[in-house]
């Protein structure tokens, strides 16, 4: 069974600290991983998606990485703000379950000013 | 921009209702996912769809039904609502099967409270 897995469940950081999440899974055999972010109470905002041919993608203060063969992968954030403070959730589109996206758990992020 | 639109944000139901949580999503995709969120369980795809009228069993497919009559709707129906079903709801959509470069796109979620 494929799973989906992210450490640390939480992670407390003071303002302006770079950090990390990551996630790890089961199978190599994936067409891609994507980062969400979660508001309290809301629905999934996708940051980041990286395809199975790639090893990163950046969006502003985020950079997120792929090391299949490992099967890791990681979030950083750069120069975190308290506006980064939510839920991280990692997906991942395995071959043998045609697309369709097995979620971690999340890291729920809270940068304290 | 992608918007996926969940008719209610809060619902309350009493046991044994027939429950229709509706999604509607504006960009024409072909995929539309209903999921359900729980503390400690995480996101469990219920059904999906790769096209109108067409619909397939995702993880915890039971005591739910689908419907798909227009591509840019898809509901969720609760036959009989149980208290088990009580949970945070979320639709998604995506632009087709092939595209594997395009992510999900979410709605804000339902709540609902079973009775």
């Known amino acids: 069974k494929q799973e989906v897995t992210q450490i640390p469940a939480a992670l407390s950081v003071p303002e302006g600290e770079n950090l990390v999440l990551n996630c790890s899974f089961t199978?190599?055999?994936?067409?891609?991983l994507q980062w969400f972010r979660q508001d309290p109470g809301k629905g999934l905002t996708s940051l980041l998606l990286?395809?199975?041919?790639?090893r990163e993608q950046t969006s502003g203060r985020l950079n997120a990485s792929l090391d299949k063969s490992s099967g890791r992968s990681t979030l950083y954030i750069a120069a975190s703000q308290p506006g980064d403070s939510a839920t991280y959730l990692c997906?991942?589109?395995?071959?043998?379950?045609?697309?369709?996206?097995?979620f971690g758990q999340g890291t729920e992020l809270s940068v304290k000013p | 921009d992608v918007k996926v639109t969940q008719s209610s944000r809060y619902l309350v139901k009493r046991t044994g209702e027939k429950v229709f949580l509706e999604c509607v999503q504006d960009?024409?995709?072909?995929?539309m996912f209903w999921y359900r969120q729980d503390p400690g369980l995480g996101l469990r795809l219920i059904y999906f769809?790769?096209?109108?009228?067409?619909?397939e069993k995702g993880d915890i497919p039971e005591g739910y039904s689908v419907s798909r009559e227009k591509k840019e709707r898809f509901s969720l129906i609760l036959e009989s609502a149980s208290t088990n079903q009580t949970s945070m709801y979320l639709c998604?959509?995506?632009?087709?099967?092939?595209?594997?470069?395009?992510?999900?796109?979410f709605g804000d979620g339902t709540r609902l409270s079973i009775l």
């Open positions: 998604a959509s995506s632009v087709e099967q092939g595209a594997l470069d395009q992510p999900q796109h």
């Open positions: 769809s790769y096209d109108v009228k067409m619909k």
């Open positions: 997906a991942v589109a395995f071959y043998n379950q045609g697309g369709k996206l097995i």
């Open positions: 960009m024409d995709h072909e995929n």
């Open positions: 990286i395809q199975s041919s790639q």
């Open positions: 199978d190599s055999a994936i067409y891609n």
